[in-house]
C-alpha cells in the first residue's frame, strides 16, 4: 500500500461557483478518493491548514506527494518548501499536476523557471504515450483522448527529462512534454510533472512508491484557471508519475 498526501491550494474551489460545483469538496478530495479507491492509504491538506498541511510528521508518513496548485504559489511558506524539498531528498515521491509546475517545491528542485506558454481555446488535446516501456504507463492505450481543454505549448523551461513518458498534441498544432520524470536526492527519488493530466494515476503512485526508499500565447509562471476536463478520463492513481 502506498501512503499519499494530496495538498491542494484550495482556491478556486472556494471563489468560484462553476469550480465549486465541479469539486464540491475541493480537487484533493477528489483525487484522494480514487486514490482511496485502489487500496492506497491517502489524507488531503491545503493552504489553509496549520503549516499548510504539511507537517514533519505528516511527510514523514508520506510515500507521495501529489501537489496541485495555480492561484497561490506565493503564499505557500518558505519553511515548508524547505520540509518539502528535503523529504523528496530524502526518498518521498512527488507528483506535480496542472499549474504546480511554477510551485515553489518544483522549480526549487528543477532549478529552472518552469515556465511555459499557454492559451484557452477549448480545444481537442491527444495525449500520446511516448515511453510505453515505464511502469506509469502500465494498461494506458497508445494515446488518450480529451476533447476540450485549454492548450500548453513549448517551450517549456524544464531540464531535458530522465524520462519522457507522455507528449500532448492539441489541435491547434501544439505540442507540449506533459509527463516529464525527474529523478532527485539519495537515494534518487521519483519526480513528476503532469500538467494536462488528471485522472490515471495508480501506476504512478506505484511507481513512486517503489522508487523511493489564439488565441495568442502567453507566457506565464502562473496559468490558466481550473478546469475539470480530465478528471473523469484519467483517474488520480494512475497519475501518481512522481
Known sequence: MVSVTVWNEHIHEREDDAVAEVYPDGIHATIAEALCERGHDTRTATLADPDHGLTEAVLNGTDV?????????????????DRVVDRVHDGMGLLVLHSGH???????????????????????????????????????????????????????????????????????????????CYRRGQPATPVAVAPS????????????????????????????????????SLTAADCSVA
Open 65 to 81: 506527494l501529489v501537489w496541485w496548485g495555480h492561484a497561490a504559489h506565493d503564499a505557500v511558506e518558505d519553511r515548508i518548501v
Open 102 to 180: 511554477a510551485s515553489k517545491p518544483f522549480t526549487r528542485l528543477l532549478g529552472t523557471p518552469c515556465d511555459l506558454t499557454y492559451r484557452e481555446g477549448g480545444e481537442r488535446e491527444r495525449l500520446w504515450v511516448t515511453d510505453p516501456g515505464h511502469p506509469i504507463t502500465d494498461g494506458l492505450d497508445e494515446a488518450i483522448v480529451i476533447d476540450e481543454t485549454e492548450t500548453y505549448g513549448e517551450p517549456f523551461g524544464v531540464p531535458d527529462p530522465d524520462r519522457l513518458v507522455f507528449t500532448s498534441w492539441f489541435e491547434g498544432g501544439e505540442v507540449f512534454r506533459s509527463g516529464c
Open 197 to 232: 493530466m488528471s485522472n490515471r494515476s495508480r501506476p504512478r503512485a506505484e511507481y513512486s512508491r517503489t522508487r523511493r526508499s489564439t488565441p495568442h500565447r502567453q507566457r506565464s509562471r502562473r496559468t490558466h484557471p481550473i478546469r475539470s476536463l480530465s478528471w473523469n
